[in-house]
C-alpha cells in the first residue's frame, strides 16, 4: 500500500488553531473509520491522541479533535500551546488486517 | 497500569540476525495484537507487522517478508520480533505497540535502537 499523504510540516502561534490533512484513498481513509493519530516528540515513542477518526483517548486535552471527509483525515487543535510542537502521525486501516502510515508533519509552535 | 518494556540496543553486522523482546504488564496479554514499528533515524514511522498474542497469527508489511519473525510466549507475556540479513538501512529504532481490534496502538514501549554497521 502507498503511504498516506501528510504535509511535511505546519505552524501556528499559541492560541490559534492549526489543522493537519491526512489524505488516502477509498481503499484506506475513505473505506473505513478506523484512522487514528499520534504526537511523537523528539527521542520519544508515539502517542495515541486520537482513535476512530474523532475519539479522543482518557487523558488527551480536548483542544485535540479528528474528523474526516472522503478520503482526508483532520487533526485540528485548537489554542495550540508551546508543548503541541511535535510530529504528528496519521494511521489507517487499509483492509485485509493491514494498516498504512503518514509520513508525518513537523508542527512548530511560532 | 499498562506497560511495555522492549530489550536493549544492540549493533550488529551485515547479514547477521537480530530479535527483539517486548514484555508486556498491566493487562491480559492475550486480549490484544502486538504491533512492530520501526523509525529510520530522522525519518517516519514504518509500520512492519503484528500478530494475534491468543493464536499466533501474523500479518506482515509487503516489504518485509521473507525476513521478518513475529512471535510470542504467553507464559511470559513477552513478545519477539526477528528481523535477518539485516542491511545498513534496517538501522532503525525498533517499537513494539499494543494494538487494538478497532486497528490502533494505544501503548508503546519505549523503542530499541538497532544499529547495522560493519
Known amino acids: 500500500q502507498s503511504a498516506l499523504t501528510q504535509p511535511p510540516s505546519a505552524s501556528g502561534s499559541p492560541g490559534q488553531p492549526v489543522t493537519i490533512s491526512c489524505t488516502g484513498t477509498s481503499t484506506d481513509v475513505g473505506g473505513y473509520n478506523y484512522v487514528s493519530w499520534y504526537q511523537q516528540h523528539p527521542g520519544k515513542a508515539p502517542k495515541l491522541m486520537i482513535y476512530e477518526v474523532s475519539k479522543r483517548p482518557s487523558g488527551v486535552p480536548d483542544r485535540f479533535s479528528g474528523s474526516k471527509s472522503g478520503n482526508t483525515a483532520s487533526l485540528t487543535v485548537s489554542g495550540l500551546q508551546a508543548e503541541d510542537e511535535a510530529d504528528y502521525y496519521c494511521?489507517?486501516?487499509?483492509?485485509?488486517?493491514?494498516?498504512?502510515f503518514g509520513g508525518g508533519t513537523k508542527l512548530t509552535v511560532l | 497500569q499498562v506497560q511495555l518494556v522492549q530489550s536493549g540496543a544492540e549493533v550488529k553486522k551485515p547479514g547477521a540476525s537480530v530479535k527483539v523482546s517486548c514484555k508486556a504488564s498491566g493487562y491480559t496479554f492475550t486480549s490484544y495484537r502486538i504491533s512492530w514499528v520501526r523509525q529510520a533515524p530522522g525519518q517516519g514511522l514504518e509500520w512492519m507487522g503484528w500478530?494475534?498474542?491468543?493464536?499466533?497469527?501474523?500479518n506482515y508489511a509487503q516489504k518485509l517478508q521473507g525476513r521478518v519473525t513475529m512471535t510470542t510466549d504467553t507464559s511470559t507475556s513477552t513478545a519477539y520480533m526477528e528481523l535477518r540479513s539485516l542491511r545498513s538501512d534496517d538501522t532503525a529504532v525498533y517499537y513494539c505497540?499494543?494494538?487494538?481490534?478497532?486497528?490502533?496502538?494505544?501503548?508503546w514501549g519505549q523503542g530499541t535502537l538497532v544499529t547495522v554497521s560493519s
Open positions: 505497540a499494543r494494538g487494538d481490534q478497532r486497528y490502533y496502538f494505544d501503548y
Open positions: 500478530i494475534t498474542t491468543y493464536n499466533g497469527n501474523t
Open positions: 494511521i489507517s486501516y487499509a483492509g485485509s488486517n493491514n494498516v498504512v
